[in-house]
Nanobody, 115 residues
Framework: QVQLVESGGGLVQAGGSLRLSCVAS????????MGWYRQAPGKQRELVAT???????YYTEPVKDRFTISKDNAKNTVYLQMNSLKPEDTAVYYC?????????WGQGTQVTVSS
């Protein structure tokens, strides 16, 4: 069973930066895609960014040009560098891995951006 552990969340002022990490219990070469999602209070969970096995990245419009997803295969870790944070980025951020038909989720890490 795959385990994903996120870290790096916290409280930051608007305009600040945070870097989230997601460490997998298995080699991330096992996954076709890894991604970051977020869920704000009272809202549905939404996609933030993805990175494929080959390193191709995708960003949703609200975070494009501010967030960067990357990975370190040797450390089995995916990162989300978040710059120019806005209060509307406040949410619990989740890491997700996809391998074929199987998805795994981390427990989430809270990001709070104050105005």
């Amino acid at each position: 069973q795959v385990q994903l552990v996120e870290s790096g969340g916290g409280l930051v002022q608007a305009g600040g930066s945070l870097r989230l990490s997601c460490v997998a219990s298995v080699s991330i070469f096992s996954f076709n895609v890894m991604g970051w999602y977020r869920q704000a209070p009272g809202k549905q969970r939404e996609l933030v960014a993805t990175i494929s096995l080959g390193g191709s990245t995708y960003y949703t419009e609200p975070v494009k040009d501010r967030f960067t997803i990357s990975k370190d295969n040797a450390k089995n870790t995916v990162y989300l560098q978040m710059n120019s944070l806005k209060p509307e980025d406040t949410a619990v951020y989740y890491c997700k891995s996809t391998s074929g038909r199987y998805d795994s989720w981390g427990q989430g890490t809270q990001v709070t951006v104050s105005s």
